[in-house]
């Protein structure tokens, strides 16, 4: 009676002869007919004709080569830790896995494998991974530990070895797609990131051609290189940036704050968190207030480099607030963005006669709120993708007539522009409060006038038509409490 092979013993053929030497009819000896693959959420039954085929194909175009680097068995089971390289012509292969096997009656009878990974298992002793770039990837599903752990050594960042990488969608990615990685690591994390935030491009066709034109990528990315490491306002760490030559694909790797959470523009913020937004704004401006280094960027947007278009983009948009939200948005907004219309493209060629970097998109929800002491939030500004030269009540008033409650805003906000001004005083003495009062009022229309064009390249959704109406509501409340329309008129010489 013949010998049956035990476990170990069919594992060598398998390794040796099947896969080393390229014997696959000896498959019809060693194997079960069919046997049963497991992958993870997944099983396959092949024949014998079905494993041949798979193993002929694969050894063929790689000539791979299989070593154990731990092996065990018993009477039933065998499991093979193992390394592989090829051997082929062409750039050499390594990927490491480990498989292990039943057998019944001298054949394998099922198999279960785990996920393949590229290079062999580490050893005592071994050198330090030089690890290539990130390569760009076109889409969040892209995303593996690898990737991660290119990202982190480019940034020079010391994190332990990364075995895996959970990616979980956050935010509603009107105009990006952004996603919150854990890195799961072979040790104690601890000082390397627990969480990244990832910010790639939109897969909404209309969203991204308005980014592609508008080079909203190209801007962001520009814009954290230039606030650099030490940058004047809370912003969160940029591990890594890349952009394709025609300005299509973003990736975008930042530090996830730890304890912040995102702001709700629905919802809107709290005065305390209003503050922390205006501090850092402030900030902001006194760093850039009236640099001439500011002419030299050529990324950097100028309201008045093409106010026809402006104009053109906010009469579109009122058509389209009329045509979705008649009967929805109050009579009263309606008149105002119809008074605004006319002022347009008057009000965007306006030169500011003070000029600063601004963000020129600071929503409530471009923030990220430290909560850690609730009486004393610290705001980090993020989305830096609209990022101008201007007037800094801009910003201010973009911020405040769209991310507060109107009586909120009431409340709180010539305070707040006071305490801006004073920030600013530190480098020009000039600047008075009268002056700040005066250009937010005259930019009182800058929440409307995104407000009102952002209907242009998002499409409605019930969430996207109850934040468009939430902030227009909002917008034209403060327009009509700082007498907007007739002032911005008086400015511009346009009749009311």
Known sequence: ??????????????????????????????CADPIIRHDIQSTVALSHEEQIARVRESATAMEPYFTHEVLLGDDTHVCSVWNMYTRAGGERRELSG?????????RFTNCWNSTYTKGFWGRVGDAPRVLPPP??????????????????????????HIAMADVAPIGHGNVSTTVRVRPGYNAAAGDAPRTVICKFDTKVPECIEYAVQGQSYRREVESYRLLGTEPPLNVPRVYHSELDEAGRTLNLVLEDVPGAVPGDQIAGCSIDQAKAVVHELAGLHARFWQSPALDGLSWLMRRKDDPARSASMFAQGAAIYRERFTGRLSEQAFKVIEQVIPLMEGWAATEPTVRTLIHGDPRVDNVLFDMSNPDAPRAYLIDWQVTSQGDPQHDLAYFLTGSLLPEERKACERDLIAAHAATIRKVDPSYTLERALEAYRLNIIAGLQATVA????????????????????????????????EAIARAISVPA
């Not at 049956?4 to 060693?30: K, M, Q, S």
């Not at 998002?458 to 109406?469: E, F, G, N, W, Y």
């Open 1 to 30: 009676m013949a010998k049956v092979r035990t476990p170990v013993e069919l594992i060598e053929l398998y390794w040796n002869r099947v896969w080393n030497n390229r014997e696959v009819e000896l498959i019809r000896e060693i």
């Open 98 to 106: 480990i498989e292990v096997f039943r057998a019944e009656n001298g």
């Open 135 to 160: 390569e760009l990837l076109y889409d969040v599903k892209q995303i593996s530990y690898e990737w991660l752990q290119k990202v982190f050594a480019k940034a020079g960042v010391k994190v332990p």
């Open 454 to 485: 952002a209907a242009l390249p998002i499409p409605s959704t019930p969430h996207t038509d109850k934040l468009l109406m939430t902030l227009a509501e909002r917008n034209c409340a403060a327009v009509l409490d700082w007498g907007g329309v």
